[in-house]
């Protein structure tokens, strides 16, 4: 007599392979304010030639994009005025100051 309610559960045996041979991954860090400037930030600067992608080829600077994610962080500064933790509002600052410097570098000295 065969079992027509038999279910296949070989798929148990490969997930629990598959997750022996590859070890969790690092976990994130908690979303927050600072992380969710940095993300921006770092954008910005891949987008200004200034943090190159280690696993691409060097690229020209592209200076649109790079407008485009520091003024998303102008406009995120502007939303959050008065809203921010004391170091919150620092770290936008600091972070903004920064980018807005590197883009007047690189508006200057262009890497063609």
Do not use: C
């Amino acid at each position: 007599m065969t079992d027509d309610k038999h279910v296949d559960e070989s798929w148990k045996e490969q997930a629990k392979a598959e997750k022996e041979k590859d070890p969790e991954p690092e976990s994130l860090p908690p979303p927050d304010f600072a992380a969710l400037v940095t993300s921006l930030a770092t954008h910005a600067l891949m987008s200004l030639g200034a943090l190159p992608d280690p696993e691409a080829k060097p690229v020209a600077p592209d200076l649109d994009r790079a407008r485009y994610s520091i003024d998303l962080l102008d406009m995120l500064a502007a939303k959050t005025k008065g809203n921010l933790s004391p170091g919150e509002d620092r770290h936008l600052a600091a972070v903004l100051h920064e980018l807005h410097m590197a883009f007047v570098e690189s508006k200057r000295n262009p890497k063609a």
